[in-house]
């Protein structure tokens, strides 16, 4: 018996550098949004500092919007991104319907946490993403 697709899986692992070409990632969700189906990011990071994740879904965000703009033929329905952070015994999760416009899509990615060296200190604003902490 033949299953079905549930959804497109991108695995990535490690930081984005702020300097770095980001080709990469570009090429990766392009694939996961010209597919029929659901999109999933999962990100993996060692650790993370205040603006590790800001600057990874800034960089998401960015690409995301190229390509809806540039391609015609971006199908999926959705797409998942989920960050996990090792050291900080974290993940965080969220779905984005698409298409999307630009200005919702960075509303939709924003959040606001504080983090130390190896934990959660503050959490101010999660804006809708689900937070799962290591028991």
Not at 31 to 40: N, S, Y
Not at 97 to 121: C, F
Request: glycine share 6%; aromatic share 6%; proline share 1%.
């Amino acid at each position: 018996m033949k299953g079905t697709d549930s959804c497109n899986v991108e695995f990535k692992a490690e930081g984005v550098s702020l300097a770095g070409n980001t080709d990469d990632i570009y090429k990766d969700v392009e694939k996961l949004l010209r597919e029929q189906e659901w999109g999933l990011w999962f990100h993996l990071l060692k650790s993370v500092n205040n603006l590790t994740i800001d600057h990874l879904l800034s960089v998401i965000a960015k690409h995301v919007n190229e390509v809806q703009h540039t391609k015609k033929d971006v199908e999926s329905p959705g797409l998942t991104l989920h960050v996990c952070v090792l050291k900080h015994g974290f993940s965080l999760q969220k779905d984005v319907l698409l298409p999307i416009d630009e200005v919702e899509l960075n509303k939709h990615l924003r959040l606001d946490l504080r983090v130390s060296r190896a934990e959660i200190l503050e959490i101010h604003d999660l804006n809708g993403w689900d937070l799962k902490r290591r028991c």
